[in-house]
């Protein structure tokens, strides 16, 4: 993957900053070949500040980096599109987004995920999460075995609350693994979408 930059005087391609999860539309800033570089290497968006006339790494100053996910190219190598996850807000005026929108996730499944990054990040000893974690990987994925269990244990039986309760820790202490493993759900879905192209 190689941009044009060679099609603006400037030599300077539009970046659209996605957030990987909600996919809602953070910001939008302009990148040369240099700031393109310093993005892949380092994994954290950088863009060419046109009023600073200078490299300029998002997050520099108020540590809300952007750390990223996925970088892709339209179809005439002009602009970008990078998928990025915000360490904190992105606008300079506090706000989840330059176009003063939440950046809420639209299905409860991506705030759950927030909910368990969240803990992670808290180390809380009244947090099960965060007592999970701090257990570490072994004890997460045997918590996913145990519920796994559990569930085909009661998949065997008619009672569709404790089927449905069994389902919902299972789940539950998968999106704690995929974490762990620093994946999201998102991440699951694009493998399954891509089999799904085969």
């Known amino acids: 993957m190689k941009p044009d930059f060679n099609k603006t005087a400037g030599k300077l391609i539009p970046a659209i900053i996605q957030d990987n999860i909600t996919l809602k539309v953070l910001m939008l800033g302009y990148m040369n070949e240099e700031a393109f570089e310093k993005t892949k290497q380092d994994k954290r968006v950088t863009f060419f500040s046109r009023s600073k006339n200078r490299l300029w790494t998002k997050g520099e100053e108020s540590k809300n ?3 990223v996910n996925s970088i ?7 602009t970008l599109l990078i998928k990025a996850t915000p360490l904190g807000p992105v606008c300079h005026t506090g706000a989840d987004t330059c176009f003063t929108e939440k950046n809420n996730p639209s299905n409860f499944l991506n705030v759950l995920e927030k909910i368990i990054s969240d803990r992670k990040k808290a180390a809380d000893k009244n947090s099960y999460v965060s007592e999970l974690f701090a257990k570490g990987i072994n004890k997460i994925a045997q918590k996913v075995g145990e519920e796994s269990v559990e569930l085909i244990i009661e998949a065997k039986d008619n009672n569709k609350e404790l089927f449905l309760n069994e389902a919902a820790d299972l789940l539950f202490h998968y999106l704690i693994l995929l974490n762990a493993k620093d994946v999201c759900l998102i991440d699951v879905i694009e493998t399954l979408e891509n089999r799904n192209k085969k």
């Open 65 to 67: 980096y952007l750390t």
């Open 72 to 78: 892709l190219m339209d179809c005439d190598a002009d």
